[in-house]
C-alpha cells in the first residue's frame, strides 16, 4: 500500500514546473502499476500544446475552465470541473486556460518523471532502469 500526500511531493523531482504549468507527479512507472497519476495546475491566460504520441492520457478536470482544442479536427471544448477528456487516439491538443485550471490526470504507459517534453509537446517512451515496462 502507498500512502502518499502532495505536501511530500512539493518541491522534489516529482513536482515540475514550467511557466505554463506545474505537475506533481504523485504515482510513476516505478510505483508499477500499470499507470501514472499527477496534479497538474495549467495557468490562466497561457497556451500549451501536447501530444502524447507513445501514451494514453485521461484528464479530469476539477478546478477551472479551459478551451480545449483538438489541433487534428479543429473541434474546440470548453473544460469545467467535473468534466474529462480522454486522448485515446493519441490526438495532438492545445489547452488554453480561462482561469487557473487544476487536473488530474492517468497516463498510460506510466511516466517515469524523467520525461521531458520535445519540439512537438511528445514525451518520449522511458522505461525503468531495470528495463521492465513502464
Known sequence: MIVRSLDEITDTEADIKTENWRSRRIVLAK??????????VLYAGTESTFWYA??????HCVE????LTNEETGEKHIITPGTLYLLNGHERHTVRPKTDFRVLCVFNPPVTGREVHD??????????????PA
Open 64 to 67: 477551472g475552465e479551459a478551451e
Open 119 to 132: 519540439e512537438n509537446g511528445v514525451y518520449p517512451l522511458v522505461v525503468e532502469e531495470d528495463g521492465a
Open 54 to 59: 507513445n501514451h494514453v492520457e485521461l484528464v
Open 31 to 40: 510505483e508499477k502499476v500499470g499507470f501514472s497519476f499527477h496534479e497538474t
